[in-house]
């Protein structure tokens, strides 16, 4: 039997996956797909920036020859053509699988939300991080229950169990970069004896850390380091991650309305490490209810926890070794993998 055509689109994808297979690095960000590569003919096809031709160009990749399309992240603008093409009745046979990383939205004005609706309506499966995205998207009406699932997503154990060696460091480390109030971070364990490093890059996106540069002499205690995005960094923050005695996510409450710090989260249970995280209602994983770590709310939690953390070495090893039981029994590659094989052959 012929192996289904797989087309995985995105930006920057071509390039992902060519760093994939020439370093070694987590396979996560493959959502699965690296693990199907014998039972599937996968086209890793990168979108393009350029204006309006650009967008033209976008539409017409998705056109190709394909089974199923599949976005890690959904991308509007590509999926137009496609879309109108199905209500139409053309390429309806062909499968459009999308992943949402926050709520759906309905769009602006009329004409937008037109649009969106009509993109929405050809998915055929729309699959979510966050299972409070997943409900408001289904509440507002942009999709059907039907076609929303929920996403369990996680990281490549087998990865990390071949190519990192987890230790035990003194010190609470955080290597987050999107949404981070770390000013916050800062000022708490300035006001504690316990030592933090914090590695992150000046500019993310809409983040600018530059602030951080005047905390680096707050306290002896701390250490501040920005980094540049490659592959050298990636490797070294995922050693200091399985080194470090917990992973600390501290979240702008202004931004809390996705699953920002996921990825921080899956990361620390796959190294078997415990977490302190800002309260963020839409992570699909229960920190304290689940016993993998503590929720905090404000400076005075954050020290609280801090200290915590830093004197019970016993419960924080326990809840290390049921973070990694989680990340085994639900949230890795391999679970996201097998979710994937399903949907593409339902």
Not at 54 to 70: A, P, Q
Request: aromatic residues 10%.
């Amino acid at each position: 039997m012929k192996a289904k055509r797989i087309i995985d689109i995105g930006f920057g994808k071509r390039t992902l996956y060519e760093l994939l297979k020439s370093t070694k690095i987590s396979s996560r960000h493959q959502y699965g797909l690296a693990q199907l590569e014998d039972r599937y003919t996968i086209f890793h096809v990168s979108l393009e920036h350029q204006g309006i031709v650009g967008t033209f160009k976008n539409n017409l990749k998705v056109l190709g020859n394909y089974d199923v399309i599949f976005m890690s992240y959904l991308y509007l603008s590509p999926l137009m053509l496609l879309s109108l093409l199905r209500v139409f009745g053309l390429y309806r046979r062909r499968k459009l699988i999308v992943v949402s990383h926050i709520t759906l939205v309905a769009g602006h004005n009329s004409f937008k939300k037109l649009c969106n609706r009509l993109i929405y309506s050809t998915c055929n499966k729309v699959l979510f991080h966050s299972q409070k995205n997943l409900e408001e998207s289904i509440n507002k009406g942009l999709i059907r229950p039907e076609q929303a699932e929920f996403l369990y997503w996680g990281d490549d154990l087998e990865y990390i169990d071949t190519h990192i060696h987890p230790s035990q460091a003194e010190y609470f480390l955080s290597t987050g970069r999107e949404q981070r109030d770390f000013s916050l971070l800062v000022s708490a364990f300035s006001k504690t004896n316990a030592k933090l490093e914090l590695y992150t890059n000046k500019i993310n996106s809409n983040n600018n850390y530059g602030y951080l540069s005047k905390l680096q002499e707050l306290s002896p205690n701390i250490k501040i380091v920005f980094v540049e995005k490659d592959m050298e960094t990636i490797q070294f923050l995922a050693e200091k991650s399985a080194e470090c005695m917990c992973i600390v996510i501290p979240l702008l409450q202004t931004e809390i309305h996705y699953c920002v710090g996921l990825t921080s989260i899956v990361e620390a249970m796959a190294m078997g490490k415990p977490v302190i995280c800002s309260r963020n209602p839409y992570s699909p994983i229960d920190i304290e209810k689940e016993g993998i770590g503590l929720v905090v709310d404000d400076e005075v939690s954050w020290i609280k926890a801090i200290n915590w953390m830093k004197t019970h070495p016993v419960e924080r090893h326990q809840m290390g070794i049921r973070a990694r039981k989680l990340a085994e029994q639900k949230f890795n590659i391999n679970k996201c993998s097998k979710q994937l094989d399903r949907l593409f052959n339902q």
